[in-house]
């Protein structure tokens, strides 16, 4: 299903604003320094769970992901374990697909083509980002389509979630 993938933060790294706890810090460390790793795999399993509801292959009585024709890029924003997510991390990574579709991106094993985004990670009551929106901007502008989750608020009326509030994002709600 995956024909590339890309680590931008490696195993080590946790944001400024989430404390690396003393079992973190005793097996693999603490950066908030993102660290590329060519070891992409998913190790707090949301990714993955996300990527069989769009795309997987249906197993015993579990049923096919909405797209189970899709070819998918997995793009690591989290170090191991989890964290909050960098903003400037996620920026990174829609620059990333964005470059693939202009043909001047080199780092990682670089696909074909990205058409489309899934964003499914948010802040409620967050504020927006002129960063963010410039790079949704370009992205949108090199071809690709940006869906993200409204938000997991619970049962709130009128909360949008960031960053599927920014102007050119696909909002999807459960």
Not at 127 to 150: H, K, P, T
């Amino acid at each position: 299903k995956f024909v590339c993938a890309y680590d931008s933060v490696g195993p080590r790294h946790t944001p400024p604003h989430t404390p690396c706890t003393p079992q973190r810090l005793a097996t693999i460390g603490c950066s908030d320094v993102p660290e590329p790793d060519p070891d992409p795999l998913d190790g707090g399993g949301h990714g993955t769970h996300v990527s069989g509801i769009s795309a997987g292959h249906g197993v015993d009585a579990i049923g096919d992901g909405v797209a189970p024709g899709a070819q998918l890029v997995g793009l690591k924003l989290y170090g191991t374990g989890g964290a909050d997510e960098a903003a400037d991390v996620l920026v990174d990574s829609i620059e990333w697909c964005a470059k693939v579709n202009l043909g001047t991106e080199t780092r990682g094993v670089v696909p074909p083509r990205v058409d489309a985004i899934n964003i499914s990670l948010g802040e409620d009551f967050a504020q927006g980002s002129r960063m963010f929106d410039e790079a949704v901007e370009a992205a949108v502008g090199s071809g690709i389509v940006i869906a993200a989750s409204a938000g997991n608020s619970g049962n709130r009326h009128f909360v949008l979630g960031v960053p599927s509030a920014s102007p050119k994002v696909l909002s999807v709600a459960n």
